[in-house]
């Protein structure tokens, strides 16, 4: 039974791994790839936590949240494969702060396609992560 648990957190973190690893081979001067589609969903973001709570998030560079990204998924998924709850608290940190950047249904009316697409991306997400963090 050790085994089998062993090789599900292998499987589970080697998402997270292999995303971070193609990452931080694309990530070059500028952040890569994944800094360009960041950015307008990050100002997206922050224009919408500003509207909504009145709170100004600070302006960061895209780099160094892909940076970061790439930190916590490959570090947390290194730690979670050998049983370490601090690896998956990474984990969950890193997924509780990309899923709604990621998802921005937010940015759209509720009879939008996006809106309806987006939505059920984000709840799925949401409740994989729930369901895998409390077991």
Known sequence: MAFASFLGRVLFASVFILSAYQEFNEFGVDGGPAAKALRPKFDAFTDRVHSQVGFQLPAIDTKILIAGAIALKGLGGVLFIFGSSFGAFLLLLHQLIATPIH?????????????????????????????????
Do not use: A, G, P, V
Request: net charge negative.
């Open 103 to 135: 998802y921005d249904f937010y940015n759209y009316d509720s009879e939008d396609k996006e809106f309806t697409q987006l939505f059920i991306k984000f709840t799925q997400d949401s409740h994989f992560l729930l369901h895998i963090f409390m077991n």
